[in-house]
């Protein structure tokens, strides 16, 4: 080969690599939150049926142990997680984080909306944790999984997901309306992406507190796969 040809050659390996490395490394991430993902889901699953052999229906589990009327106080939470959850997981410890540490959807495309509220955090063996968030006026229980911890980027609808901890028989990924707006499958995913028609829509133009919330959802209902018009950067 002469030094032109070796140039030219590199010069196209160059481009290629330009094009094709960020693809590449952007399916294996996708890859990797559909797995932590998914082995979350199995975990909560098992978490929330074990509890309810011991402990009653999920529906009841909040009632059982406060009279709160509006946001149930942090005290209550610590009562609640060691109840219905400590003794059916490998909890190592537990850490405030402040909700400037943590994006909503719309924030991580630069949409602002800041995450609401600041919460304790409990993190589990597996470098995986979790947080409580309850609204008793709101009618609002949720759970919020982390499946790397405290690493990058620490956002809602990317590594953090959203689950409801009192209106289904057990752990299930929120969709906000309860009923699922009555739809399935196809329409409720699209219904899921609206940005004007549900406060946890997994769209990063919904700037809302709960922008993303229930992007966990659309990927289970997807199959266990993140599709091609899902937001992510």
Known sequence: FTLAEVLITLSVVGVLAAVTLPVLIKNYQKHVTV????????VLQQVGL???????????????????TRLVSDSNKEIYVNKYFAPYMQIIDKKYRRNSEIKTLAQYFGNGSSFSPNMYWYYLKNGTCFAIYAMVSDDDYLLFFDING????????????????????????TVARRDGWGLQGDRLVAQLYRKDDSNYACNPE????????????IIKLEGWTIPKNYPWK
């Open 35 to 42: 797995t932590e993902l998914k082995k979350a889901y199995t």
């Open 150 to 173: 405290d690493k990058f980027p620490n956002a809602v609808g990317r590594d953090i997901f959203v689950f409801d901890i009192k209106h289904y028989k057990n752990i299930e990924f």
């Open 206 to 217: 919904r700037i809302s507190y709960s922008s993303g919330y229930a992007c966990g959802a």
């Open 50 to 68: 074990r509890s309810q052999e011991e402990n009653g229906l999920i529906s009841d589990w909040f009632s059982a142990i406060t009279s709160e």
